[in-house]
């Protein structure tokens, strides 16, 4: 580990009504990885905004390579050597790959736009990571994880000396996060500093020297990693101690409240039938790519089905778009917040009221904006989203509370199937607890709770019941409490031919 290069020092940031950072320091060295830890709406993205020139600071020290720096512009940050890869991905999804990571310092030649230079060089980094991605591909039409991957290779194509990661792996595959891991290892040799942010602790063994933790705005410590217990580290970003990662409620199983017959859609939902009963948690597990989401939005109506049924209480009953899905009492909480889940400009209240509309209104159609309020006001307590007001827009709210309000909307109204899609992406340990218990409160009221999540302790400690999926098909059924990692993943590689098996062996 080197010398001293980035030195924060009493650090505060006001937004309205929030006191997001109070008097927080922060140190990285030359040749370290760091961990920024810390629940949700802690600070850690105002915090490293302020270091990459994002936000300005109301008062502190800020010491980049020994010299100070007052107010940061973005650009400024980036010619000192600071690269951010944001939390939320930041990608035009109408521009190619290349486009996208040359954006605003395009190469040039002469007075024009060199397009076989930068895609000469995007290729280069893109292969570097070993990325399969062609440099002109549009970046919309790329999955998520691969998205994210390009937004990696853009921080790394600005040749950065210091390097924040803002949750990276959020929507990464095992391998991907692997590649991630290998090449922070080699940007931690040739003497780079990288501050880690991320929600999933069990990840931070493989590539953290030292962790600084915060909590409510505030600095708690630093300390080499190794000489903290995992335990140590929840508490101190927690305040408190976690008694039980998985809480689980056992409740007798009752009549079957949904089911799904020989669903198809698209390639990789292919004749899926499963049912699901009172009082119990269906998990889905799965590899990336499986046709998990898939399934999902073709049972919630969003993407189109070429055939199967749906049973409610069984009865078929309508669901071919989301509108129907909604009425008819089964609802979505997607993958993608951001993009599906939310409307980041509208506040809070317009959030949860939108799809609660009919709820809302009288007989003459005007909302009642008591029943708003109060609607807003008990998913806000229920959920302990951290915000101010239900007034500020949802792009104000940190990654965790945004996801928070998107499963706040849907608990307003009566559903009888609520399909969760990754719902603890990005979400705290703390708040992971509270999702689990309104998933469980969920469950013991009879309701059918569907669960996607690619972590598989996470399925097999809060499911009830796993159906693995591989290649759009359901390949096997487990008990939770009787299964093991090692069968779930043998399921989920079970695919119909060779081609498709080498496929997943690079997974
Ligand atoms: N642009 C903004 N306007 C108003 N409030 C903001 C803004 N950005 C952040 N905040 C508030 O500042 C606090 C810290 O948020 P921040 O995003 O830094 O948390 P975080 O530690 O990164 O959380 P997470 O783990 O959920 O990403 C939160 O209360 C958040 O609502
Ligand atoms: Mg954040």
């Given at each position: 580990m080197g010398e001293t290069i980035v030195s924060m020092n009493g650090i505060c940031k006001y937004?309205?009504?929030?006191?997001?950072?109070?008097?927080?320091?922060?140190?990285?060295r030359s040749g370290e990885v760091m961990a920024l830890l810390g629940e949700n709406g802690a600070g850690k993205s105002t915090l490293m905004k302020i270091l990459s020139g994002v936000y300005t600071r109301d008062a502190g020290t800020m010491d980049i390579f020994g010299k100070p720096y007052g107010d940061l512009l973005p650009k400024q940050?980036?010619?000192?050597?600071?690269?951010?890869?944001?939390?939320?991905?930041?990608?035009?999804?109408?521009?190619?790959?290349?486009?996208?990571?040359?954006?605003?310092?395009?190469?040039?030649?002469?007075?024009?736009?060199?397009?076989?230079?930068?895609?000469?060089?995007?290729?280069?980094?893109?292969?570097?990571l070993k990325i399969d991605i062609s440099p002109t591909d549009r970046v919309g039409d790329l999955p998520v994880s691969k998205q994210q991957m390009v937004e990696i290779?853009?921080?790394?194509?600005?040749?950065?000396?210091?390097?924040?990661?803002?949750?990276?792996?959020?929507?990464?595959?095992?391998?991907?996060?692997?590649?991630?891991?290998?090449?922070?290892?080699?940007?931690?040799?040739?003497?780079?500093?990288?501050?880690?942010?991320?929600?999933?602790?069990?990840?931070?063994?493989?590539?953290?020297?030292?962790?600084?933790?915060?909590?409510?705005?505030?600095?708690?410590?630093?300390?080499?990693?190794?000489?903290?217990?995992?335990?140590?580290?929840?508490?101190?970003?927690v305040g408190r101690e976690i008694k039980e990662k998985f809480p689980r409620v056992e409740c007798p199983r009752g009549e079957k409240v949904f089911e799904v017959r020989h669903l198809n859609a698209g390639r990789l939902v292919r004749d899926v039938s499963f049912s699901v009963y009172a009082g119990e948690i269906v998990g889905i597990a799965g590899l990336m790519g499986a046709g998990r989401t898939e399934t999902t939005?073709?049972?919630?109506?969003?993407?189109?089905?070429?055939?199967?049924?749906?049973?409610?209480?069984?009865?078929?009953?309508?669901?071919?778009?989301?509108?129907?899905?909604?009425?008819s009492g089964v609802v979505l909480i997607p993958e993608d917040r951001k993009k599906d889940g939310l409307c980041t400009k509208l506040p809070i209240r317009k959030n949860i009221a939108l799809p609660n509309l009919d709820l809302l209104c009288n007989k003459f159609?005007?909302?009642?904006?008591?029943?708003?309020?109060?609607?807003?006001?008990k998913a806000v307590a229920d959920l302990r989203i951290k915000t101010p007001s239900v007034e500020v827009n949802a792009s104000t709210l940190s990654g965790g509370n945004q996801q928070k309000v998107v499963v706040g909307k849907w608990l307003a109204r009566k559903s009888r199937v609520v399909i969760f899609d990754e719902p603890t992406r990005g979400i705290d340990v703390a708040a992971k607890v509270e999702i689990y218990n309104i998933m469980n409160q969920l469950k013991q009221q009879g309701i059918a709770v569907i669960c996607v999540s690619s972590e598989l302790p996470e399925v097999m400690g809060i499911a009830d019941r796993i159906l693995v999926m591989c290649d759009g098909r359901i390949t096997g059924e487990v008990m939770a409490k009787e299964t093991t990692q090692s069968e779930i993943l043998t399921l989920a590689t079970q695919f119909e031919n060779k081609f498709t098996v080498a496929a997943a062996e690079e997974e």
């Open positions: 937004f309205p009504g929030v006191k997001a950072l109070d008097n927080v320091q922060f140190e990285l940050a980036q010619q000192v050597g600071v690269a951010i890869i944001h939390q939320e991905l930041n990608m035009c999804p109408h521009l190619t790959v290349t486009e996208n990571m040359f954006l605003g310092r395009e190469i040039q030649r002469g007075l024009c736009v060199d397009k076989r230079a930068m895609e000469k060089a995007a290729e280069q980094i893109l292969s570097e290779a853009k921080a790394l194509s600005i040749k950065a000396r210091i390097l924040i990661m803002d949750e990276p792996t959020s929507a990464l595959t095992a391998k991907e996060i692997d590649e991630l891991f290998r090449i922070i290892r080699k940007l931690r040799e040739d003497g780079c500093g990288i501050v880690y942010i991320s929600h999933r602790l069990e990840e931070l063994q493989h590539i953290v020297d030292r962790v600084t933790i915060m909590r409510d705005g505030q600095y708690i410590m630093t300390a080499n990693f190794q000489d903290l217990t995992m335990d140590q580290i929840i508490t101190n970003m939005r073709a049972i919630f109506g969003v993407d189109p089905r070429t055939s199967g049924e749906i049973l409610l209480d069984g009865k078929p009953i309508s669901c071919k778009n989301p509108r129907q899905s909604i009425q159609g005007v909302i009642s904006s008591r029943k708003e309020s109060e609607m807003c006001d």
